[in-house]
């Protein structure tokens, strides 16, 4: 099975600041991976598919890079409307599996 | 748009078996190329994915349950359902069902459903 690991497990931002979010996998998993926000109480949604590719109504401020094993997740400046869990996932390999998550709150 | 609404049983008994059905509206759980899973939350944890079905009817479990896990499809009622059996307090958690993986290189899952509390509790 395909490991993720994330980090950090969470941070604490300003309004306006760039954040940034690695996920690593136990293995190389080309650009198969995809990042989600999960808002509390709600379930998550898909906001980058394919490692960097922007889900069709997902603002511009939302990005994601990287490949083989190593992945990045940057909000190039943070919205109140941000604060959520983030959570990157591997579809290189069955079964599926969700990186441990990334909570987000404002500084 | 496509929609997706979980349903069933809120409080199961200790070894007893988990029952979960989700209701796919604005379009139709035959269509090609997509397959529908369940993924489950614990409380306050992370995400794991149980399983998926193709509307051929061909399923995929986690191996971690495996043993314990059924999806099945009806297609004349556009849904999908979920059984858990020999349920214990370490099942307890939130249970999503969601559209996904695709069948061409579409690996995730959108749109979810709102997802339903199910407690194992005696």
């Known amino acids: 099975d395909i490991q993720m690991t994330q980090s950090p497990s969470s941070l604490s931002a300003s309004v306006g600041d760039r954040v940034t979010i690695t996920c690593q996998a136990s293995?190389?998993?080309?650009?198969?991976l995809n990042w989600y926000q999960q808002k509390p109480g709600k379930a998550p949604k898909l906001l980058i598919y394919?490692?960097?590719n922007l889900e069709t109504g997902v603002p511009s401020r939302f990005s994601g890079s990287g490949s083989g094993t190593d992945f990045t997740f940057t909000i190039s400046s943070l919205q109140p409307e941000d604060i959520a869990t983030y959570y990157c996932?591997?579809?290189?390999?069955?079964?599926?599996?969700f990186g441990p998550g990334t909570k987000v709150d404002i500084k | 748009q496509l929609q997706l609404q979980e349903s069933g049983s809120g409080l199961v008994k200790p070894s007893q078996t988990l029952s979960l059905t989700c209701a796919v509206s604005?379009?139709?759980?035959?269509?090609?190329?997509?397959?529908w899973s369940w993924i489950r939350q614990p409380p306050g944890k992370g995400l794991e994915w149980i399983g998926y079905?193709?509307?051929?009817?061909?399923?995929y479990y986690n191996p971690s349950l495996k043993s314990r896990v059924t999806i099945s499809v009806d297609r004349s009622k556009n849904q999908f359902s979920l059984k858990l059996s020999s349920v214990t307090a370490a099942d307890t958690a939130v249970y999503y069902c969601a559209r996904g993986p695709g069948g061409y290189g579409q690996g995730w899952f959108d749109p979810w459903g709102q997802g339903t509390l199910v407690t194992v509790s005696s």
């Open positions: 293995q190389d998993i080309s650009n198969y």
């Open positions: 079905i193709y509307h051929s009817g061909s399923t």
């Open positions: 996932q591997q579809y290189d390999n069955l079964p599926l599996s």
């Open positions: 394919d490692a960097s």
């Open positions: 604005g379009g139709s759980i035959s269509s090609g190329g997509y397959s």
